[in-house]
């Protein structure tokens, strides 16, 4: 049960004042839903705002406050803004421009003939002075809004900064004491104050101390938790599982285990071997055959007399698996089953049968395998592919399905860098497939201007003509992102007209069905051209695609990119990777694309990626996935997840773990970052 004291900070954000219908979409989309949530949408950064009474005392560029007087309303021509003519008190001219639906907020706010103040940037157009879209407009006899300093934050479509700040003021002001969670020398060492105290500073200006004090709590409460998944582990007993070998024999694979599948496979058996469950986690690069490696670990749980589950974080990936292992098992008489959200009626009845009644050995498939009616006859061993894009809270609720406690077995072919490596799997064993398979050759990567795009889709048509097949990756930050969505479909259409219907198209608008039909004509090599968003970046095994494009490359992650890249060079032929890249690029973007040319190692790729992040980019878009965390940024994480570590170390071996006051105060950490299963895990052992 959550503490009583934090009641007040889950309550819907629906109960503030001003939340309506209209405002709960864009704050759902943002994930705000709750009182806690606005209290921790902390600032992307702020405004400093001068006042001036003249337009000409304001540099270009610089923020500023100012009483304007209106003097034309100009409709938009094409796709040119609403332009708005206004004067200062000298005559002075100052071009108002709203874009979209932006203008009728303007029409409204600054009616001809009206004195208003206006706050926002001053920029240039052309010979005149401009400010688009400002922040604030408010009636002239009333003192000007919006203090010299403003917060800036994160915003939705529908959304305004004015109404963001409001709501957070409000949320702000529900916050309860805590006793406090950091140890005292920990809080005078590093000038941090109390948490109350920390989100209002935070909200009110640039304020190191108070943001780094919110980080370290997130990353606490992950390190503690993990801590006590860890020890409820180790408490636990799982079904010591020895296999005979006698399927894992009569597999039929087309290749020699590399040294390193070899390796890790002995580690995984020496562990199912024990009564303490597995937690081992499987680190291998894109390509480095993981499957092989988990379908070896099920095939000892089987043959041990038990079930084994496969974990797939998408739905095409959970039917990739289930197609290429049901393959391989092919003449060991396993059966294997493929249960995702979408099984519907008989087929899925006959499923849950044979899982509870013992007679389906395998199970692949996305979280619908841990639903409440999915019951099991001997679940002992669970594989979680793509770990990263779980959280731990998702696996343990998978691990009580078991009588006892099943083993574990991660994997993940993100290199993440090893200071996110405790962050993520805390204390888990690791097996690394450091050696990719024999006879892989380089991938050829360039960077190419957008403006090449007819030599790109000349390239692309030879590349065709020749048997092979190809993907086209369009960004998508999330899978809502409509204008994402429709680029996508457009570039889907040209690519149509050109090459007709050996072009498919898959993204995560489109139904399940849909989806997998496109994914099967690929696959099948029906299609020749795969288009898509980022739901290729996991897993997919294509040998005969060898040619990737990705559009606008600059906005992926470099992990991301590599994911992506991961999809060719899989086949004994050259690959080749273009990067297509935007006419404005950053430097840090042209580095880190050029860094992409230069190495296809996965982890140096993480580790770079990490430094020029850290160089204080903002990334416009935060890669969902790259880590755990919400509040605490990559700088954050490195700075202070060691003495984060360190402390819920302490914590649980010298300080008597949940018990004693400090203990308690603990607890309310962990139900306030939404890690609680750790205290319920702590109970249940
Ligand atoms: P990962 O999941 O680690 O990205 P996969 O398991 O999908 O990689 O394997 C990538 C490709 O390499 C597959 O086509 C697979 O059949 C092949 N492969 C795996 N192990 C070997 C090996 N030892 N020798 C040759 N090819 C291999
Ligand atoms: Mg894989």
Redesign the pocket.
Known sequence: MRPEALNCLFVDSESLDGVGPRIRRPLEKLGLTRIKDLAYHLPDRFVERRMVTRLDEAGIGENVIVRLTVREHRASTGRGPYRIVTEDDAGDICTIAYFGRASYTGKKQLPVGETRWVAGRIDEYGQTRQMVHPEHVSESDTAPIGQQREAVYGLSEGMTQGRMGSLVKQALEHLPELPEWIESSQMAKSDWPAWHEALREAHRGPNEPARDRLAYDELFANALALMLVRASNRSQRGTPLQGDGRLRAKLSL?????GA?ARSIREIEGDLAQTAPMLRLLQ?????????VALSALLIAVEAGAQGAMLAPTEILARQHYT?LRKMLEGTGVEIALLTGRDKGKAREAILMGLLDGSIQIVVGTHAIFQDAVAYHNLALVVI?EQHRFGVGQRLMLARKGRRTPHTLA?T?TPIPRTLTLAQYGEMEVSR?DEL???RQAIDTRVVSTDRMDDVVGALSRHIQSGQQAYWVCPMVTESETDDIAAAEARYEALKERFGNRVVMVHGQLKGEEKDAGMERFSSGEASLLVATTVIEV?V?V?NATLMVIEQAERFGLAQLHQLR?RVG?GSEKSTCLLLRGKALSQTGRQRLALMRETQDGFRLAEEDLQLRGGGELLGTRQSGDTPFRLASLEQITKLLPLAHDDARLLMERDGGLEGARGEAARILLYLFERDYGVQLLRGG
């Open positions: 087309p290749f020699a285990l590399t599948q291998g690069d894109v390509g480095a055959g993981k499957t092989v290429t592919d994997m072919a497939l398979p024999p006879g897993g095994d040998p991961g899989r």
